[in-house]
């Protein structure tokens, strides 16, 4: 398990580059061993940077990237044309198989597009999903897939449902990790016509601890591992619970301060509250992985601190000491196997 | 105005059925005029629970029905064979104009399959969409649709938006309200097949105020006041906002509870917090009406007490005295009249 990990970091993506990038990720290169970051980036932002610490300068390479992908651009067209941006750049480090895995807390849409159309499919994958680790009341789920690929078929999801299995159970350390399909009930004859065709098919995988349907209300208590669904409701259920959670702690903010009273009462609740609060702060664990491709592509949020990225940054070690891409290969190939056992 | 308005309520529907049904119906009597109610029910159980009050009798009518359709059973079976259950025979005045609307806490598929069967759609509607009312940080929001028939086409989707707004400009009181499609980001491109197929026949609705897409992240501030999506995403929504809602409440109360420090902090927030919460109670508006039916179905929560029954018969009210059931066939009608100049 010596096995060096090399983690490219893009670190003008995100509201916060280069500053935050830069920290967190010298802060991963400090708990963990056997990393080197190989950090792009505009020469001169990246350089004063870099200056402001003390690392170890053989385990950080610098690779300079002139132009920067602004958030609000076409992804296509901005991956196609911006040669020399941070994350072409840094992708094609990870194509050339010079590096292992990509951070980026920049552009979603440049960061699927490239990683489609840089670092490109694993063989066997038809499409590679985007999969958020979202926090709740029990603990995490992968909730797959939230990519911009919207009406996906069912032989996607169920590769969804694999890829993201392998990633609970290697990245993130739970075992036999309960895969479950969203959908709107848990009686046989629920759901729609994607949802209809997909439930069999995961019957059937016995490599899967296949949990049957989970419905959106039971999302938050972590009714499991793995939530598997079309990213059209990924996205639904990813913004949906991101905004009820931020307005709910909202309207709790403004009623501490709407009185003396309340705002005595709330000095007293603060600290157990921070840590009650602490277990839903999706920074813990980093963003989200884009799964099966030709080396991991991490995205993390766009307003990622220090801290985030070098959470993003561990799992990027993670998924590669683990060999997951090899584990996600063979897993996509028994598919395969059983498909032409049965025919 | 002086309408008399004859709602039906289903006496036995419901985990609080007959009791907080009939106290809520009762209750309504007490607050609007012109209102006569027709109570189904077992007789034993629905006679013994009227005992317990003193009412205006010309006001409140009783009739009978021997049998319950169970929460579990299969709707449309359950529709078919119980002729004498309280959600048959109160959806069979309706059908014959005896009375205007009926009020059901009972099963959700039984009273979706009794509208569609019994009631009956009203001329030009393609399909009746379940539309709960929920609440949000700017008041309320209609959520269409979020019925059990999945698999929408974009036709279907324009009525919803239209019988939408039409029920919050009259029955709730909303000036002109903004009606959002439900999409995974703004940008023009941004969608699934069925969205971008809606979004340019929502634009040409000059009757409609159509603010284009929303993301689900704004829903719990209240960005639009009819939400139109089709049924498995609305149930997602409708489902995933109660759930997360609910817990981080749990989290909060358990927060609240953990030690002396911050059971004293509680009982100083209380109060504020209470009447914030207030504004999320989803029973304030009574449940959900099923639009575009010959009468108005009004679906009530299965776990309703009084004060939810109250304010679904007033909302029936409101329905039949603002001739709502017209002005959503006018509405039809002019669409139609619409797609013949176009051709």
Redesign the interface.
């Known amino acids: 398990m010596s096995k060096n990990v090399r983690v490219v970091v893009d670190a003008m993506g995100g509201d916060n580059a280069p500053g935050e990038i830069v920290k967190g990720a010298l802060e991963a290169l400090k708990t963990v061993k056997d990393l080197t970051l190989v950090l792009v980036g505009q020469q001169g932002p990246l350089t004063a940077e870099l200056s402001k610490y003390t690392y170890d300068k053989q385990r950080v390479e610098t690779v300079f990237a002139q132009e920067v992908i602004a958030m609000a651009e076409p992804p296509v067209a901005a991956i196609r044309k911006k040669k020399d941006s941070s994350i072409v750049v840094g992708m094609n480090l990870v194509k050339k198989k010079e590096a292992d895995a990509f951070v980026s807390a920049g552009s979603t849409g440049a960061v699927l597009a490239g990683g489609q159309l840089i670092v490109g499919r694993q063989k066997g994958i038809e499409r590679p999903p985007l999969a958020p680790i979202i926090p709740?009341?029990g603990g995490m789920s992968l909730l797959v897939d939230c990519g911009a690929n919207?009406?996906a078929r069912a032989s996607q999801l169920v590769q969804f449902a694999k890829m993201g299995s392998v990633y609970m159970e290697y990245a993130m350390g739970i075992k036999n990790p309960r895969v479950g399909l969203?959908n709107?009930g848990a009686e046989e004859e629920k759901?729609?016509?994607l949802?209809k065709e997909v439930m069999p098919l995961l019957k059937q995988c016995t490599d899967l601890n296949f949990i049957g349907s989970v419905?959106?209300?039971?999302?938050?208590?972590g009714v499991c591992d793995v939530i598997v669904c079309e990213?059209?409701?990924g996205?639904?259920?990813?913004?949906?619970?991101?905004?009820?959670?931020?307005?709910?702690l909202?309207?709790?903010k403004?009623?501490?301060l709407?009185?003396v009273?309340?705002k005595?009462?709330?000095?007293?609740?603060k600290p157990?509250?921070k840590?009650?609060l602490k277990q839903f702060d999706a920074s813990r664990y980093g963003g989200a992985p884009m799964l099966g491709l030709n080396g991991l592509v991490f995205k993390t949020h766009g307003s990622a601190k220090a801290r985030e990225v070098k959470n993003s940054v561990i799992q990027c070690v993670n998924f590669s000491k683990q060999e997951l891409g090899e584990k996600i290969s063979r897993q996509i190939a028994l598919q395969g196997a059983d498909k032409a056992q049965e025919s």
Chains 1, 2 share one sequence.
């Not at 419905?215 to 208590?221: F, H, K, S, V």
């Not at 005595?264 to 609740?269: E, M, S």
């Open positions: 709740t009341a919207v009406d969203v709107i759901g729609n016509a949802v419905e959106a209300r039971d999302i938050p208590y990213a059209f409701v996205n639904v259920i990813l913004k949906l619970y991101e905004g009820t959670s931020a307005m709910f909202r309207e709790i403004k009623t501490f709407s009185s009273r309340t005595i009462g709330a000095l007293l609740i157990a509250l840590q009650t």
